[in-house]
């Protein structure tokens, strides 16, 4: 339920206004240009909106869902986007130190791709090899550290 709403939150807007700016195309092709250019701001403003919603509004969805016991997507993720906006700091530390392991990564993985090139075929399969566990790793770790921050921090109600 939770992953068809944020896919509906972001094709139904784009589905709308596609749909208006076609009807107005109908009518005239000025119009229609005119219309198309500003909802291309508009939803682009709701893109970054958008985006905005789902990297700090959604940031401990995860453990919202594990802790609590409805079955409402829509209120969960009501849920989760109260607590961001109340401990703001929290999530963008939070989301910040997540954000700084997964560039990291980038990093190592690099390094570990540019010897790949040299050892051909043999490299590149051990390179990714190594990609694998570390991201497997990483990503182990940082749900249990997203799951910790959220659970050992004493929110603002």
């Known amino acids: 339920?939770?992953?068809?709403?944020?896919?509906?939150?972001?094709?139904?807007?784009?589905?709308?206004?596609?749909?208006?700016?076609?009807?107005?195309?109908?009518?005239?092709k000025t119009l229609g240009i005119i219309f198309a250019f500003i909802f291309g701001v508009v939803?682009?403003?709701?893109?970054?909106?958008?985006?905005?919603?789902?990297?700090?509004?959604l940031f401990f969805i995860q453990p919202i869902i594990s802790e609590n016991k409805s079955s409402s997507a829509v209120a969960l993720i009501k849920q989760s986007f109260v607590f961001s906006k109340n401990n703001f700091i929290h999530v963008l530390i939070t989301w910040a130190i997540t954000f700084g392991f997964s560039i990291v990564l980038q990093i190592i993985t690099k390094l570990i791709s540019l010897p790949a090139v040299l050892f051909g075929i043999s490299g590149i399969i051990i390179s990714t090899i190594i990609f694998m566990i570390l991201s497997f790793l990483l990503s182990v770790y940082l749900s249990v550290f997203l799951f910790n921050s959220y659970f050992n921090y004493k929110p603002k109600k």
């Open 43 to 57: 939803f682009i403003i709701y893109l970054i909106v958008y985006f905005l919603f789902i990297v700090f509004g």
């Open 1 to 28: 339920k939770f992953s068809l709403l944020i896919i509906l939150a972001f094709f139904l807007p784009l589905l709308i206004l596609s749909i208006i700016v076609l009807l107005f195309f109908f009518v005239s």
